[in-house]
Nanobody
Framework: VQLQASGGGLVQAGDSLRLSCAAS??????????MAWFRQAPKKEREFVAA???????SYTDSVKGRFTISRDNAKNMSYLQMNSLKPEDTAVYYCAARRRLTVTWDRWGQGTPVTVSP
């Protein structure tokens, strides 16, 4: 499975941004995978942001609840992270990830897309 993240950029606090993750691969069935977004801020460890299961159940880290929405388009093999009311502390490199459904390890990773939120 190959994952390609895009959509990052430089925005101001309070703005919105939508990240996209395109999934592809030989003999790849998108519905066989849960999808997630992680982020890594400068000098910090990578942290979980949001996930959506193959059945479209979602989960979020507390700091983004009510502001971020994860979704997926199974027809397009795409996952999205809609980020609203962005804060400077959301500044990080955002990574999309995947795991086979009914497993626990996020073992497929895309390259990061940077998000910078200015005050």
């Amino acid at each position: 499975v190959q994952l390609q993240a895009s959509g990052g950029g430089l925005v101001q606090a309070g703005d919105s941004l939508r990240l996209s993750c395109a999934a592809s691969g030989r003999a790849f069935t998108f519905l066989s995978y849960d999808m997630a977004w992680f982020r890594q801020a400068p000098k910090k460890e990578r942290e979980f942001v949001a996930a959506i299961t193959w059945r479209s159940s979602t989960s979020y880290t507390d700091s983004v609840k009510g502001r971020f929405t994860i979704s997926r388009d199974n027809a397009k093999n795409m996952s999205y992270l809609q980020m609203n009311s962005l804060k400077p502390e959301d500044t990080a490199v955002y990574y999309c990830a995947a795991r086979r459904r009914l497993t626990v390890t996020w073992d497929r990773w895309g390259q990061g897309t940077p998000v910078t939120v200015s005050p």
